[in-house]
């Protein structure tokens, strides 16, 4: 069982588009991190939220971490091709270690 | 060159073979991390070294062994492998590894590994 779930696990939408992605836990976490990783590529980290419900916004990129410090949304506006890629969240629980979901690969058409 | 750097980006090997994975990074970070990524599989940690001296190790098997002789470098040794071996390995590094603020990871760019 996976500590954290992505959903939805691939979305292909067409450019100019709005997606929302998914991470879900039944755990609470000190802070959650979201990254989008291109092919070829690791991981580059987009942002970090430590509050519950707090909201951070990245150009088009808009994040939420739920009130309970549970779960946290990804939400994209006007989509590019540029977004294509998987987006992976990370949180850390005790111990401090960082757990990571499954992630979503999300594939912007033009 | 800057951030974290990953030698060599392809690795092919046969299950007898030994090899190495080298990592660097330049940020003056203390912590480094191997992780395994393979297909349709979250991100698994491997080992984590903080200050020099490994923290933790995820029950990986014995064929796998870290090195790590400095903070800014990390080597993984690879020895008598299997098939499902075959994943992309991504080295990372943070600031620190005690849960100090946020102790976001720095990824460096992975080695595709494929075992025969």
């Known amino acids: 069982t996976q500590l954290l779930e992505q959903s939805p696990q691939f979305l292909s939408i067409q450019e100019g588009e709005n997606l929302t992605v998914y991470c879900n836990s039944s755990s609470v976490f000190s802070s959650l991190q979201w990254y989008r990783q291109e092919p070829g590529e690791g991981p580059v980290l987009l942002v970090t939220v430590v509050t519950g419900g707090e909201v951070k916004k990245l150009k088009r990129l808009t994040f939420q971490f739920g009130d309970a410090r549970k779960d946290s949304s990804l939400h994209i506006t006007a989509a590019q091709t540029g977004d294509t890629g998987l987006y992976l969240c990370?949180?850390?629980?005790?111990?401090?270690?960082?757990?990571f979901g499954g992630g979503t690969r999300v594939l912007v058409k033009p | 060159e800057t951030g974290v750097t990953q030698t060599p980006r392809h690795l092919v090997m046969g299950m007898t073979n030994k090899k190495s994975l080298k990592c660097e990074q330049h940020l003056g970070h203390n912590a480094m991390y191997w992780y395994k990524q393979s297909a349709k599989k979250p991100l698994e940690l491997m080992f984590v070294?903080?200050?020099?001296?490994?923290?933790e190790n995820n029950s990986v098997p014995s064929r796998f062994s870290p090195e790590c002789p400095n903070s800014s470098h990390l080597f993984l040794h690879l020895h008598t492998l299997q098939p499902e071996d075959s994943a992309l390995y991504l080295c990372a590094s943070s600031q620190d590894w005690a849960g100090q603020g946020n102790n976001e990871q720095f990824f460096g760019p992975g080695t595709r590994l494929t075992v025969l």
């Open positions: 990370g949180a850390r629980a005790a111990g401090n270690k960082l757990t």
């Open positions: 070294y903080s200050l020099e001296e490994r923290v």
